[in-house]
């Protein structure tokens, strides 16, 4: 089988090799096609079905979808961003999203997405669901009403002898992220941040951190998300 | 042709929002040309008079009275206005709706928390105060709501750019770094 072929991402031809998948083809040609879950560096999973494109017709998820020859892939297109709206709505209203007393807010991927989606309010009703914070652990906060479950912190965080400082029980809607008190309690500075930043939203807080960035210089202030894989073009 | 009328009010919110909208600075002044204002704390007007063009709502509904005020705003408003985070998803109120009942909220606030002192035990009880609501409501979950406004507070150009869009009969298309959730 030929090893370079083109597949088309909202009319563009683009170069694409077997074993890639689609979403890294668009990033590297400077197409933005969002994510929630997937985090450079660890294994896709495609658990938040953000990144749903449309291939040959049908909706797959660009981060686990390797290409192959004759696909064309609607991304751009209002149904695909209708879709995701959707997606991030369901979010909003599944956990309890207060931005205002969130210290992620400004740094939040799923705000971020709400704001380039222009989410002005989800169209489904908020369910209040209860859920607590842990905030047991000397260096880090779990607020587990701003967990939307996408285990990059279980899937990516490890001491520095190895060890997963994350782990998530239950399963289902009960599902829950767990930290591993014994451990976190001796993690550096720098690690208690690693773990802030890999959380998409604002349930993995450093403590001792607060509202360090003023308003206006925050990640996404002033640009959407998405925005850094145009430029790359 | 006689000037649109505005009324605002603020439910479950603490005022920001409508600090906010004295933050649009001398633009104030053209406002005051562009619109009058019926029922509204900025001009102390306690009851509708007139029917009004547009009705801003501050605050979701936590209490019997939030409820009424809303009724009351959507029966006299063509268009309703959720402006800020409480009126949008409950905000800072709301966060007692994950709370086990209001009889636990009251107690926390009223006689448990360490910095109470209440020897009697007394909860708030007078007939003058409005029955507090099971859970916080965002408007939209009352009442049919027109345009939401985000923020906490929403940004004074927002809330401009939106008035200015609504007054001109245009659609609001909010400015990226005017619409915020914080």
């Known amino acids: ?233 | 042709m006689s000037k649109p009328i505005v009324a605002t009010t603020a439910l479950a919110g603490c005022f920001g929002c409508h600090m906010s909208l004295l933050d649009i600075d001398d633009r104030i002044l053209q406002l005051v040309e562009l619109v009058d204002f019926n029922k509204s704390p900025i001009n102390d007007i306690k009851t509708f008079t007139k029917k009004c063009d547009i009705g801003i709502i501050e605050g979701g509904v936590a209490n019997t009275e939030n409820y009424k005020v809303l009724k009351e705003f959507r029966k006299n408003c063509k268009i309703l206005i959720s402006l800020g985070e409480c009126a949008i998803m409950g905000g800072l109120p709301a966060m007692r709706n994950g709370k086990d009942s209001i009889e636990s909220c009251l107690k926390e606030a009223y006689q448990d928390s360490p910095s109470t002192i209440n020897k009697n035990n007394i909860m708030p009880n007078d007939e003058e105060l409005p029955m507090i609501l099971d859970k916080v409501y965002p408007c939209h979950e009352v009442v049919k709501i027109d345009y939401f406004l985000p923020g906490c507070p929403p940004r004074a150009d927002l809330i401009w750019d939106a008035l200015v869009a609504l007054l001109n009969g245009k659609e609001i298309d909010p400015e990226y770094k005017t619409y915020k959730f914080d």
């Open chain 1, 1 to 233: 089988m030929k090893d370079k072929f083109k597949i088309i991402i909202d009319g563009k031809e683009l170069p694409a090799r077997h074993g890639q998948t689609i979403l890294e083809i668009a990033n590297n040609n400077g197409i933005y096609i969002p994510t929630l879950c997937n985090f450079e560096g660890l294994k896709p999973q495609a658990s938040c079905r953000i990144c749903s494109v449309k291939v040959n017709g049908r909706p797959m998820t660009a981060c686990t979808t390797t290409v192959s020859p004759g696909m064309e892939i609607e991304n751009d297109t209002p149904e695909m961003n209708e879709l995701r709206k959707i997606i991030v709505e369901t979010m909003f209203v599944t956990g309890n999203h207060f931005c205002p007393s969130c210290e992620k807010s400004g740094n939040c991927e799923l705000q971020a997405l709400a704001y380039r989606f222009k989410m002005d309010v989800p169209r489904f009703p908020y369910s209040f669901s209860k859920r607590d914070i842990d905030a047991s652990n000397p260096k880090i906060m779990i607020d587990h009403n701003r967990c939307i479950k996408c285990k990059r912190c279980a899937r990516g965080i490890k001491t520095d002898d190895g060890k997963d400082l994350f782990a998530f029980k239950n399963r289902g809607e009960k599902i829950e992220i767990s930290i591993d008190n014994e451990l976190a309690k001796n993690i550096s500075d720098e690690k208690a941040q690693e773990a802030m930043d890999i959380c998409p939203v604002g349930a993995i807080i450093k403590k001792e951190r607060g509202f360090i960035d003023p308003i206006g210089t925050r990640k996404y202030d002033n640009k959407p998300i998405g925005s850094k894989v145009k430029e790359v073009q």
